[in-house]
């Protein structure tokens, strides 16, 4: 059965293929599993064509836990494209996912221009979630400095885990982005941003998946603000739950 990517959320998108919902692994791999582990470009290639998006409009909502809050949301997908249409706020997002050249863009309606959202924005909180702005846009797959760090298992499923640490120029909240690629879908299964002591400060995980037609999308996203001196332990967190969808976004691109 072949899947698309549906949603680069925090960040963090999860592309799949798969019916198992992943949990999260306790340690890091063991290096000398390092060999074991393709070049970082054929991974980047890899995952480049599970961003060419199916052509869907998803329905459902963002639930923040911490202000019992919820927003009703519309997720467009089609080629390398993504829209988040806030239904009853304004704004919209506008995700790029060209090869090694990712953007983002905001208006507040559709009848707005697309202008891009500033580097000085990228670490806001949409509305008063745990998810930024920064975490929609998935750039640490570009940057130039990703390194190997072994093999590793989450839920039965085989990966490829790599820590990606940012340059000057890529305005990043973390010291480093570490995430775990399935080695049979060559989907993203984690991903978790590092302060500067290398704790966890933010994960972003699936937790459920369903059936639309013949491909298999993301049901429910959690996106965690992490405690980071406590192991895998959460101060708050934000599901982006999806209730529909139907193929047809009516994006033209």
Excluded at 13 to 38: C, E, H, M, Q, R
Excluded at 207 to 214: H, L, R
């Amino acid at each position: 059965m072949k899947s698309r990517s549906l949603l680069a959320l925090l960040a963090f998108i999860a592309s799949l293929g798969f019916a198992s919902t992943p949990s999260a692994a306790d340690t890091l791999p063991d290096p000398a599993t390092k060999n074991n582990v393709p070049p970082i470009a054929l991974v980047q290639a890899r995952i480049y064509q599970r961003l060419d998006l199916a052509d869907f409009m998803l329905t459902g909502v963002v639930r923040s836990d911490k202000t019992k809050k919820q927003y009703a949301i519309k997720l467009l997908t089609k080629g390398h494209e993504m829209v988040y249409e806030f239904e009853d706020q304004p704004l919209q997002i506008r995700v790029q996912l060209n090869p090694g050249a990712f953007t983002l863009e905001r208006r507040t309606s559709s009848t707005d221009a697309w202008t891009a959202v500033p580097a000085s924005d990228m670490t806001k909180a949409i509305f008063d979630t745990d998810i930024t702005y920064g975490d929609l846009g998935l750039d640490f797959i570009n940057w130039d400095d990703v390194q190997p760090l072994g093999t590793d298992s989450i839920k039965t499923l085989d990966a490829y885990v790599f820590e990606a640490k940012p340059g000057p120029s890529d305005h990043s909240a973390f010291s480093a982005v570490r995430f775990w690629v399935s080695k049979q879908y060559w989907a993203f299964l984690r991903i978790d941003g590092l302060n500067a002591k290398e704790q966890t400060v933010k994960r972003v995980e699936v937790q459920d998946v369903m059936q639309i037609g013949k491909y298999s999308v993301f049901k429910v996203m959690k996106v965690a603000n992490m405690a980071p001196d406590k192991d895998d332990i959460a101060r708050s967190t934000t599901l982006i739950q999806i209730d529909d969808g139907k193929e047809g976004s009516g994006l033209t691109q």
